[in-house]
């Protein structure tokens, strides 16, 4: 990555959108002081990435992994994972750090499961106790790696509730980065599109067809090669090859073309929304 320049004001949620490999999950490893920084600065709370690690200013909700579900321990076991971690083995923990873990289990409703094996659980269970374990150490920013995936629909919007009520709860700085513009756009105050480098740092309003065409052109290119993406809004096209006539589906035009290609094919059948050429 280069050129990125971000700021996070407390308690704002931002989300980071991107397409795979663009970067995201890279910027969350550099902010939890898991890659080395090799030119440029993360601040949090006007402290080091270090000194934010001793301070456990940041809660980390990492990408579903299936080793994870293959522990046997109980929910409650996962939870305490963040208040232990540092503890020697004989250590328990302090009655503070157990009440920190009680209402971090009810702040995201998974009170009442505390003694299942986590392999047992749902998507959305299990990443609700992602995040009661992210709270268990008191942070006061949540990173959310990819957290809608693998849950569904219905799953992805008590999710997206969840996050609104734990911010206004807690008062918790989020960011949350995915390549579902709907799981970001729903829930964040603020919109960072990263691929490789900063596109674009706006409100989910301000983003544009154009804009979204340039994040994930990447996606598209590794298919046709280097592209051209023109993007734009249906009521604002002029070129009569394409077709908008098709109700009930956003108002896009898109035209992709390779760079150095040849003749252009045929118009698009109707009811496409763009032309790939």
Known sequence: MRNVSLV???GERLGVLGPNGGGKSTLLKLTLGLLPMQTGEIRVF??????AKREHLIGYV???SKAELGFPLSVRQVVEMSPSAGLAPWRRLAATQ???VDEAMEAVDVTAIAD???GSLSGGQFQRVMIARALA???????????TVGIDVAGQLQFGRLLETLHARLGLSMVVVSHDLRAIAAGCDRIACLSRGLHSHTSPEGLTPAVLAEVFRHDVGAIFGDLHIDAHSAAACTDPSHSHAVKDQGPIGLTIEGRGAGERSPPPPPG???AIR
Do not use: F, M, N
């Open 98 to 100: 157990r009440a920190r």
């Open 272 to 274: 496409t929304k763009g």
């Open 46 to 51: 006007g402290r080091s990435v270090d000194e």
């Open 137 to 147: 150490g008191g942070p006061r920013l949540l990173l959310l790696d990819e957290p």
């Open 116 to 118: 299942r094996h986590i």
């Open 8 to 10: 996070v004001a407390a």
């Open 62 to 64: 990492p990408q579903k």
